[in-house]
């Protein structure tokens, strides 16, 4: 497939211009002219520099890579239909779509940018932190930033153990049942071929707890009402969590909450204030 430049740089345009502050989480302003978003605003969601991404609207540079496009799509919180068209404008196949993918709906986005003050993030249906709101990056640590199989929650608990530090160890026998119960679930029905069954194998050759609790062929366990934090700065937290899934790509969005005017509540307060900190 070739590049079309045109088209490119004509549906980079208009997509921009459609988009408003307040849809990605900026405040407005009183003195913004543009109709839309600024070209800098832009790049900045796109993790790229002014200059690359207004040489594209102008028809010049060189042809984005795949990971560019990706994110560029959700940079202007494309839907599947419209991230598809962007990749064949920039002479790209289409990633695929469905649970392998890791494009965020723009519904799912719309809501976590307005989460700014409550700790929440966005996975997939293997534990694999997509996005987090700041307050997010506060309670957990940054969970974006592993590759490869770490990515994945249910992975790193069997494998990493630091994993564990955050959660109290009274929780953890549950957490052990419902990764693995989660994993044989999600590896059966994805099939053999799937990163899930992939996920599994290493696991059986690398956790002996994991093992034993596969054998038991234990599905169906669900996650506990009221999750159990022990966060290095303020200590024991008990967060509600509540679940929003998108069906098209097996993500979740996931928000942690605290009763107001609970202790836990007023250390996630505390937790605003003291900013992102580096957890696990």
Known sequence: MEIDRTGLA???????????????GLPRGQR????????EEVAALCHMSTDYYARLERERGPQPSEQMVASIAQGLRLSLTER???????????????????HIGPGL????????DTPAEIVTELG?????????????GDTTRFTGPERS???????????RALYAPEDHAHLSRMFTSGLRQIATLRGPGSRA???????LKRSEEFRSLWDTHEVGVRPAQVKHFLHPEVGPLELN????LDPDQSHHLLVYTATPGSESHDKLRLLSVIGTRTVG
């Open 10 to 24: 004509a549906f980079l345009r208009r997509r921009r211009e459609l988009l408003q502050p307040e849809d990605v």
């Open 32 to 39: 913004r002219r543009t109709s839309g978003l600024r070209r």
């Open 84 to 102: 598809d068209h962007l990749f064949r404008l920039a002479g790209h196949h289409p990633p695929v779509r469905g649970a392998a993918g890791e």
């Open 109 to 116: 986005l719309r809501i976590l940018d307005r989460l700014a």
């Open 128 to 140: 694999e932190t997509l996005r987090q709101t700041p307050l997010g990056v506060a309670l957990t």
């Open 153 to 163: 929650i249910g992975f790193r608990w069997f494998t990493l153990p630091a994993t």
């Open 197 to 203: 069954a992939h996920y599994a194998d290493l696991l």
């Open 241 to 244: 969590c509540q679940t929003l």
